[in-house]
């Protein structure tokens, strides 16, 4: 089976850095996704890591850790409209799916 | 731009009725998704198809069916609603690999 945690909710400040962890417990691992979801609207891809290591996309990275079944998705420069609603998903061995956790809700403040 | 289209943003149902959500896509991908979204729980897969008049159970099948008679159309069909079917529910095609597209998602309310 597959179990994936993530905070459901954080707070940030414009113009600041936030880290929003995902750990993951899978019966097996073909790639870690991060999508962001703005209320009401579908989501949209953001990242995508199969390797260890940093993934770097303009203000927006991504890290795995396949050993410690750990990602996290790093914002910098905060703006007011990053403020949505992050999903982490993995891609097991299982076909063409996707396991989602929770989603983890930011609010960006002035 | 790759569409995933669902037909409806907002259903207001009653207790029993049979519900059709629709999903078209116009990419030609093989495969299509549906899962329904709730508070603190994600997404979570209800069933999903590879191929034409092909379909397999997700997480939380119970409840639900599918039909894909065309390759571009993905049904979910509530055979008898019940309240703690009241959700959104998202459909999403994938052509394959790590790509996956999400429709704007429908908002179901049964009473």
């Known amino acids: 089976g597959q179990n994936i945690d993530q905070p459901t909710e954080m707070t940030a400040t414009e113009g600041a850095i936030v880290q929003i962890n995902c750990t993951y417990q899978t019966s097996g691992f073909n790639g870690l996704f991060w999508y962001q979801q703005h209320a009401g609207e579908a989501p949209t891809f953001l990242s995508y890591?199969?390797?260890?290591g940093l993934e770097e996309k303009g203000r927006f990275s991504s890290f795995l850790s396949r050993s410690k079944g750990y990602s996290y998705l790093l914002l910098k420069e905060l703006q007011m409209k990053d403020s949505a609603s992050y999903l982490c998903a993995v891609k097991g061995n299982a076909g063409n799916m996707l396991t989602f956790g929770g989603g983890t809700r930011l609010m960006v403040k002035p | 731009d790759v569409k995933v289209t669902q037909s409806s943003r907002y259903l207001v149902k009653r207790t029993g009725e049979k519900v059709f959500l629709e999903c078209v896509q116009d990419?030609?991908?093989?495969?299509m998704f549906w899962y329904r979204q709730d508070p603190g729980l994600g997404l979570r897969l209800i069933y999903f198809?590879?191929?034409?008049?092909?379909?397999e159970k997700g997480d939380i099948p119970e409840g639900y069916s599918v039909s894909r008679e065309k390759k571009e159309r993905f049904s979910l069909i509530l055979e008898s609603a019940s309240t703690n079917q009241t959700s959104m529910y998202l459909c999403?095609?994938?052509?394959?690999?790590?790509?996956?597209?999400f429709g704007a998602g429908t908002r179901l309310s049964v009473l």
């Open positions: 198809s590879y191929d034409v008049k092909m379909k």
């Open positions: 999403a095609s994938s052509p394959g690999g790590m790509v996956w597209y």
């Open positions: 990419m030609d991908h093989e495969n």
């Open positions: 890591n199969v390797l260890d």
